[in-house]
């Protein structure tokens, strides 16, 4: 063991395994990070999608893109009804109340969208609201007037009236100088919607949000559901790192070993082995996934359950039978023999280790390798329908064409965590190969 | 003197004899053993493929549900009472059961199915249909193919000499730049070719639009043969590319290593130490007995050419193998499912059966002898 210590302290001397290492160990704390700041049904709840990302944007790109492009892309700005100042005036039955909602909008571009969320609570009546835009140069665009339910949401940007009026969708039109042509300009400075309510009864109050949509978002920008990707991105991480662990774990070290008792015991046992490999190699991994995940299920645990049970027979063993049926008519194993080492010391300790260096390289990608797995399965859609993964995003943003509508953002930051992924196993796993490999070493 | 000569000779007829009878016997074993292979997988494959049944009970609803459709549609039973109407519906899902053998239980029937998969009759597709449209899943399969081998074929051919020329050179080379590079280079395999496929198509179809993104040929397909061909070439640069990307330092990897080590064994310094020129030694030392694994990799890399990559078809949008197969499957078309793993499995056994008989040409060391108990 003081030799595994030994060649863990050589290891720094490689960059590259310094460089896996960080990797990793970021990786990893990134997981703790998630499953402790989100746990595990929250996320699953919030990835479901829905109410929750109402004050979030559509297919927004991060915020860090508006900073490397030419800038001054808007971002979401959010007003609410609390936060402003009424003005109130009674009247036999009921009450009129003006409220005006300021925005100050210092942005070059046009919002992506516009909504208005009211909330009228405590009514008989359904209160009555106008609304009407005024624009920092002090025009007035009436925006037309209507009841509000309880739970109401007033999608200014679908007003297609209002288009028809303004000559340009909405959020533009609200937003534009007014002579500045079809290239159209934004006039920046305060901008107000005021609200006149008419209610009816006395307790009665109204709520709600302004929402001006940005273009860009957060780290991670927003997907086609207004979920923030963010979430998809950490929940990803601990996700993959289990996984791709585990099914690597599992799979190697039982099928080298199965190999090495094959090859040594030979006769029935080997005869046994070889033909659970075959009959298993006919059955293809990929295929059999997609067959299980569309009849039956999709979930992840059980897609690594059966990785695992395919991945014992696979076709790994008849590659280390090839390189071990040489081994075991060499000459030192002849020597072992005579010197009356069992069986099981033969296989381990003679065996094995001389097909170790061949096998570290494999060994080390495989753990990326079942990381890719899982995307691949979910890029074809039959990722974990309810656990947001990387495979999930990228899903997604080929379903939803994110490529050919320029939304890059979408496939290229779960892209990248893949390959950091990859790259930091498997370059740790590349300098381990040359620091635990006496062979290669001496070569 | 002359009746030595004759004892020789006799001798060297028997053992030649003895040694032909036991490689009969050994063939026969193992064509017996690798048909029993192909039987089993394609019988698990069935299995899964029918959900253990689960597919009839689909399939039962399915038939039953068309014939109240058809019958409630057509004028001529409008004036029927429902109970007739009903008995009507039932007579048309009895034919339909009785035609499909549905009520036989789904045991007896899978080995039916397994009985038509082994002679390969791999029967009519229950969906799909070839662009010809022809439902046989011969021809659907068939139709798919050469699209696989193309791809597919080009791409492994490629990687497989690359890799294994490149890394003859290096394992001379050991430490050299490219050595080390290549090293460095390795881990970037850890990402498979549809993840390289996919930035390909983001740099070279939409951000420098000079590839198209995915597809075997332009729409409508070119009229003259040239044309047709260069447009395929043109479809046929990205995935080739992913591919080679995603392999080629793992593989060169990989052999410059396993070259590395057999190139220190005892015999090899030995044939050093006589003085026999590099080049000597790497054809007749250390190529020679690395030869087995060398051709177990490329007759299984062949076998994988059949199968085709169902991820990297869907991503290019390739119509071949893999993407019938994802398709089948998400037909629940069971036929095309089960055809295709059953040209594969049939493949796979001749492979394999292959590689028995070549392990022991290549490799004296390794005597046929040991599948059947030595």
Known sequence: ?443 | MSTLGQNVEATTKGALVRDLRRLGGFTARRLIALFLTVLVGVYLTILIANMGGRVDDLRLVQIRSEAAEMVRADPAFFDLPSQERNSLIERQVQLEVERLRLDQPFILRSFNYLYQAMILDLGRAEQMHSDSGARDVYSIIVERLPATLLLFGTANLLIFFVSVFAALVLSRRYGSVADRSVIALAPSSAAPAWFYGIFLILFFAFLAPVLPPGGMVQAPPPESRLDYGLSVLRHMIMPVVAMFLSQIFISIYSWRTFFLIHSSEDYVEMARAKGLSPRMIERRYILRPTLSPIITSFLLMLIGLWSGSIILEQVFNWPGLGSLLFQAIGHRDTPVIIGSVVIFAYLLALTVFLLDLLYGVLDPRVRIAQGGGA
């Open chain 1, 1 to 443: 063991m003081t030799g595994w210590r030994k060649g863990l302290l050589e290891l720094r001397k490689y960059p590259s395994a310094v460089a896996g290492m960080l990797i990793i160990a970021f990786l990893v704390a990134l997981s703790v990070y998630t499953v402790i700041a989100i746990p595990y049904t929250q996320a699953l709840d919030l990835w479901r999608g829905g109410d929750h990302w109402r004050l979030h944007p559509s297919n927004a790109a991060p915020a860090w893109v508006d900073t490397i492009t030419r800038g001054g892309q808007a971002r979401t700005t959010v007003v609410s009804i609390a936060d402003t100042s009424m003005e109130q005036e009674l009247f036999e039955g009921g009450r009129q109340v003006r409220i005006p909602l300021e925005i100050d909008y210092g942005y070059r571009g046009f919002p992506s969208e516009m909504n208005l969320f009211l909330r009228a609570r405590g009514h008989d009546r359904e209160p009555f609201v106008r609304m009407t835009w005024v624009t920092p140069d002090g025009r007035e665009i009436a925006l037309g007037g209507r009841r509000i339910a309880r739970e109401d949401r007033v999608s200014i940007s679908q007003n297609l009236t209002l288009e028809r009026r303004l000559g340009h969708v909405p959020h533009i039109g609200l937003l534009k100088q007014p002579d500045s042509g079809p290239e159209p300009q934004v006039l920046q400075g305060r901008y107000q919607l005021v609200l006149e309510a008419v209610i009816f009864d006395d307790e009665a109050t109204i709520d709600g949000d302004l929402v001006l949509y940005g273009q860009v978002h957060g780290i991670a920008g927003t997907d086609h559901q207004r979920r923030d990707l963010l979430l998809a991105l950490l929940w990803g991480t601990p996700v993959a790192l289990a996984f791709g662990l585990i099914a690597a774990v599992g799979t190697t070290i039982t099928t080298l070993v199965i190999a090495a008792v094959g090859v040594w015991f030979g006769g029935l046992v080997d005869a046994v082995i070889q033909r659970l490999t075959e009959i298993n190699m006919i059955l293809p991994l990929l295929p059999i996934l997609v067959m299980v995940g569309t009849l039956y299920s999709t979930s992840i645990w059980l897609m690594l359950g059966i990785v695992v049970a395919l991945g014992i027979f696979s076709a790994g063993i008849k590659m280390y039978r090839a390189m071990l049926l040489p081994i075991r008519e060499a000459a030192y194993i002849e020597a072992a023999r005579a010197y009356g080492a069992s069986d099981t010391r033969i296989i381990l300790r003679y065996m094995i280790p001389r097909i170790l260096p061949v096998l570290i390289p494999t060994f080390v990608t495989l753990i990326p390798t079942f990381v890719f797995l899982e995307a691949s399965l979910a890029v074809l859609g039959l990722g974990d329908p309810v656990l947001p993964t990387w495979g999930k995003v990228l899903n997604d943003a080929q379903a939803q064409s994110a490529l050919y509508n320029e939304q890059y953002y979408w496939v290229i930051s779960p892209a990248i965590l893949l390959m950091l992924t990859g790259l930091g196993f498997a370059m740790l796993g590349f300098a381990m190969d040359r620091v635990f490999n006496p062979r290669l070493r001496s070569v």
